[in-house]
Protein backbone atom coordinates (compact mmCIF):
# COMPACT_ATOMS: atom_id res chain seq x y z
CA UNK A 1 0.00 0.00 0.00
CA UNK A 2 1.18 3.30 -0.97
CA UNK A 3 1.42 6.42 1.57
CA UNK A 4 2.53 9.52 1.47
CA UNK A 5 2.55 11.38 4.59
CA UNK A 6 2.86 15.16 4.71
CA UNK A 7 4.20 17.73 7.61
CA UNK A 8 5.49 20.84 8.50
CA UNK A 9 2.37 23.26 7.15
CA UNK A 10 1.35 25.86 9.52
CA UNK A 11 0.19 29.37 10.21
CA UNK A 12 3.81 31.81 9.53
CA UNK A 13 4.22 35.83 9.34
CA UNK A 14 5.21 36.97 5.56
CA UNK A 15 9.00 36.70 5.53
CA UNK A 16 9.21 33.30 7.77
CA UNK A 17 10.25 30.35 6.55
CA UNK A 18 8.56 26.38 6.76
CA UNK A 19 9.99 22.89 6.03
CA UNK A 20 7.62 20.79 4.37
CA UNK A 21 8.00 16.87 4.70
CA UNK A 22 6.96 14.01 2.77
CA UNK A 23 7.52 10.93 3.93
CA UNK A 24 6.88 7.95 1.23
CA UNK A 25 6.27 4.15 1.99
CA UNK A 26 4.85 0.95 -0.74
CA UNK A 27 7.57 2.40 -3.41
CA UNK A 28 10.97 2.74 -4.29
CA UNK A 29 11.56 5.63 -3.51
CA UNK A 30 14.95 5.83 -4.99
CA UNK A 31 13.42 5.32 -8.37
CA UNK A 32 10.91 7.95 -8.22
CA UNK A 33 10.52 11.46 -9.34
CA UNK A 34 9.32 13.66 -6.84
CA UNK A 35 7.16 16.87 -7.39
CA UNK A 36 5.60 19.60 -4.57
CA UNK A 37 2.27 20.79 -5.84
CA UNK A 38 -0.30 23.52 -3.99
CA UNK A 39 -3.58 24.65 -4.59
CA UNK A 40 -5.30 27.88 -3.12
CA UNK A 41 -8.83 27.61 -2.80
CA UNK A 42 -10.82 28.99 -6.53
CA UNK A 43 -7.06 28.36 -8.13
CA UNK A 44 -6.13 25.21 -10.43
CA UNK A 45 -3.51 22.64 -9.13
CA UNK A 46 -0.13 24.01 -9.76
CA UNK A 47 3.67 22.45 -9.74
CA UNK A 48 5.73 24.10 -7.17
CA UNK A 49 8.64 22.02 -7.57
CA UNK A 50 10.29 18.79 -8.46
CA UNK A 51 13.41 16.23 -8.13
CA UNK A 52 14.23 13.75 -10.41
CA UNK A 53 15.89 10.17 -9.87
CA UNK A 54 19.38 11.95 -9.75
CA UNK A 55 18.87 15.18 -7.88
CA UNK A 56 18.04 17.73 -10.64
CA UNK A 57 15.22 20.10 -9.95
CA UNK A 58 13.28 22.79 -11.22
CA UNK A 59 10.76 25.55 -9.91
CA UNK A 60 8.09 27.71 -10.64
CA UNK A 61 8.90 31.28 -11.57
CA UNK A 62 7.04 32.45 -8.76
CA UNK A 63 9.05 30.29 -5.94
CA UNK A 64 12.47 30.08 -7.63
CA UNK A 65 15.25 31.64 -5.35
CA UNK A 66 13.13 31.09 -2.10
CA UNK A 67 12.13 27.26 -2.12
CA UNK A 68 14.51 24.39 -2.29
CA UNK A 69 13.16 21.06 -3.14
CA UNK A 70 15.42 18.00 -1.58
CA UNK A 71 15.20 14.17 -0.82
CA UNK A 72 16.66 11.53 1.18
CA UNK A 73 16.66 8.82 -0.30
CA UNK A 74 17.64 6.71 2.64
CA UNK A 75 14.73 7.68 4.98
CA UNK A 76 12.55 8.09 1.35
CA UNK A 77 11.56 11.69 2.14
CA UNK A 78 11.25 14.60 0.15
CA UNK A 79 11.83 18.34 1.58
CA UNK A 80 10.69 21.85 0.81
CA UNK A 81 12.38 24.29 2.31
CA UNK A 82 10.08 27.74 1.80
CA UNK A 83 11.67 30.58 2.78
CA UNK A 84 11.01 34.54 2.53
CA UNK A 85 7.11 33.33 2.31
CA UNK A 86 4.55 35.99 0.53
CA UNK A 87 1.09 35.72 1.49
CA UNK A 88 0.31 34.49 -1.73
CA UNK A 89 2.15 30.76 -0.84
CA UNK A 90 -1.05 30.29 1.30
CA UNK A 91 -1.87 26.73 -0.33
CA UNK A 92 -2.71 23.62 0.54
CA UNK A 93 0.64 21.80 -0.29
CA UNK A 94 0.83 18.11 -1.73
CA UNK A 95 3.33 15.95 -2.32
CA UNK A 96 3.62 13.89 -5.55
CA UNK A 97 5.41 10.44 -6.65
CA UNK A 98 5.43 9.63 -10.32
CA UNK A 99 7.29 6.52 -12.70
CA UNK A 100 5.97 5.82 -15.64
CA UNK A 101 8.66 2.89 -15.62
CA UNK A 102 6.80 1.73 -12.54
CA UNK A 103 3.56 2.90 -13.06
CA UNK A 104 3.21 5.60 -9.96
CA UNK A 105 0.94 8.13 -9.91
CA UNK A 106 0.39 8.97 -6.31
CA UNK A 107 -0.85 11.82 -4.27
CA UNK A 108 -0.71 12.55 -0.58
CA UNK A 109 -3.26 14.20 1.31
CA UNK A 110 -1.89 17.69 1.51
CA UNK A 111 -0.52 19.76 4.46
CA UNK A 112 -2.40 23.75 4.47
CA UNK A 113 0.48 26.67 4.55
CA UNK A 114 -1.19 30.01 5.51
CA UNK A 115 1.07 33.13 5.44
CA UNK A 116 -0.11 35.97 6.72
CA UNK A 117 0.79 39.67 5.96
Known amino acids: QVQLVESGGGLVQAGGSLRLSCAAS????????MDWYRQAPGNQRELVAL???????NYADSVKGRFTISRDNAKNTVYLQMNSLKPEDTAVYLC???????????WGQGTQVTVSS
Open 96 to 106: HVRSATLGYDY
Open 26 to 33: GIIFSRAI
Open 51 to 57: ITLGGST
